[in-house]
């Protein structure tokens, strides 16, 4: 009879053993499916702040050429300069935000600051 329940409980060892290997295997694809859907979040919320620092830069560029050909009568140059230097500066930002060009050293350290974090003196 103690031979029997023994077998009896090695079987169950067995198919638990089966069972929780079964499951294991499907958490990790769950987790490498979630990490991969990560991935893709932080992607799409990369291309949506570059696109709109992009965008902004060229909108701004644009309403202080029309505002100031409306303002000096400068009709078409001022709205040309200003969309151009606002397309630029949307390029620079771009670029500053994906890490290609480094930030201006102004704004990294600090206005004023030496090397010590002290202001000079």
Not at 10 to 22: G, I, N, P, Q, S
Not at 33 to 58: D, P, V, W
Not at 76 to 103: D, H
């Amino acid at each position: 009879m103690t031979g029997n329940r023994n077998d009896s409980l090695d079987e169950r060892r067995k198919h638990l053993a089966e069972e929780l290997a079964k499951v294991r295997v499907d958490d990790e694809a769950e987790k490498r499916i979630e990490q991969n859907a990560q991935e893709s979040r932080k992607g799409y919320a990369l291309a949506i702040k570059l696109s709109s620092e992009f965008i902004s830069a060229i909108i701004v560029g644009a309403m202080l050429g029309y505002l100031l050909d409306y303002f000096a009568g400068t009709t078409p140059w001022g709205m040309i300069i200003l969309l151009l230097l606002g397309f630029c500066a949307g390029v620079l930002n771009v670029l500053r935000s994906a890490g290609v060009v480094a930030k201006p050293p102004l704004l990294e350290g600090g206005l004023g600051k030496d090397e010590g974090g002290k202001k000079g003196e």
